[in-house]
């Protein structure tokens, strides 16, 4: 299974990279998220996540109505092909400690697939063999 087929049918939320941080912040509370990919001509430059907000914002002291997203976000951050395992793309959230990570082709973004969606799907594949094994210990021995 790749990557792409588990975000698939998800309606990613993105931003223009002159949005006032304060019109993003507002949205990522409405929708429960963590981070949103960062657009611009419609091709992806950044990633604005909670931790952007609280390093470059708040600690900061800048007025997140007169700032905007692309002076806050981190640039150029790392994707992941369509095609790309689960599995990878945990390992390179884990290396790197990020819990989004974008899904492109070249710089056009398909979705963001987030560190839950990986684990919701391990754990899915995991009840899945779980069941299959006690289906094989329970069926009665062939004759």
Request: charged content about 25%; glycine content about 4%; overall charge negative.
């Given at each position: ?47 604005f ?44 959230m ?20 987030s ?29």
């Amino acid at each position: 299974m790749s990557v792409y087929e588990l975000i698939r049918n998800q309606n990613t939320y993105h931003v223009d990279a002159d949005q006032m941080v304060l019109d993003v912040a507002q949205a990522m509370v409405e929708r429960n998220i963590g981070a949103v990919p960062v657009l611009r001509d419609g091709l992806l430059v950044g990633i604005f996540s909670e931790r952007d907000l609280m390093k470059h914002v708040v600690v900061e002291g800048r007025d997140p109505r007169l700032t905007r997203v692309f002076e806050v976000m981190t640039e150029d951050p790392l994707t992941v092909s369509p095609q790309e395992d689960p599995q990878t793309c945990m390992i390179l959230m884990r290396r790197h400690g990020f819990r989004h990570l974008p899904v492109c082709e070249g710089q056009q973004l398909l979705g963001l697939v987030s560190l839950r969606d990986l684990m919701l799907h391990d754990l899915n594949e995991k009840d899945h063999e779980v069941r299959m094994m006690r289906a094989y210990i329970q069926a009665p021995p062939e004759m």
